[in-house]
């Protein structure tokens, strides 16, 4: 069984489109997270939810919206997609706040996103 | 900004050579993360080093921290054509943020 998965794995679309990614995890995991990798492998968080709670949200513009209708899934939702959000994104889970620290995260495989 | 930095960027090396990556970061942490990545496919988490451990080991991977210089080494022994792959580290800020900050990466080719 896969650990961390999301879907789709590929998403081509057109500019002004709005599209959906979903992610599930069957770790029993409390915290999920999104993050975005672009061209150059760079990859920066967006979002984390622990137990369906939004705590963490970068500077990301508000078409991006997330919503975690339990605590093993976490969707991503896209309004009016333009060129510069074509990217890999990763849906990834961790068991929360660490003794110190975050501990390890489990990725999904990515979903990537072409907009045309 | 706390993201880390790996160095080199890209290194490429034979079968049975050892291969070195660095990291430095910015500011205090908790702990230090690495992680590979294939081409094409999601992050495997290699090896987590707490802020108060100097050296780790796991089978032919070595990780070093050195909060003083903030920097870590991923030293990965007898290197194979399967470790051919994007080498990531992590940090979460001192404190607990649950965000783990990921450097640019190194690209380690392994040719057979």
């Known amino acids: 069984d896969t650990a961390v998965s999301q879907t789709p794995k590929y998403l081509v679309t057109q500019m002004g489109n709005d599209k959906s990614i979903k992610c599930e995890q069957n770790l029993g995991h409390d915290t999920m997270y999104w993050y975005k990798q672009d061209s150059k492998k760079f990859l920066k968080i967006m979002f984390s939810?622990?137990?369906?709670?939004?705590?963490i949200n970068e500077t990301v513009p508000n078409r991006f919206s997330p919503k975690s209708p339990d605590k093993a899934h976490l969707n991503l939702h896209i309004n009016s997609l333009e060129l510069g959000d074509s990217a890999v994104y990763f849906c990834a889970s961790s068991q929360g706040l660490a003794e110190i620290g975050t501990g390890e995260l489990f990725f999904g495989e990515g979903s990537r996103l072409t907009v045309l | 900004s706390q993201q880390g930095e790996e160095d080199p960027q890209a290194l490429s090396i034979q079968e049975g050579e050892n291969a070195t990556m660095n990291c430095s970061y910015k500011t205090s942490i908790n702990n230090l993360q690495w992680y590979r990545q294939n081409s094409g496919r999601g992050l495997v988490h290699l090896i987590l080093i707490r802020s108060n451990e100097r050296e780790k080991h796991s089978g032919r991977l070595r990780v070093t921290l050195d909060t003083s210089k903030k920097s870590s080494s991923l030293l990965i022994t007898a290197s194979r054509a399967a470790d051919t792959a994007s080498y990531f580290c992590a940090t979460d800020a001192e404190g607990g943020s649950e965000k783990l900050v990921f450097g640019k990466g190194t690209k380690l080719t392994v040719n057979p």
């Open positions: 939810y622990n137990n369906k709670e939004l705590i």
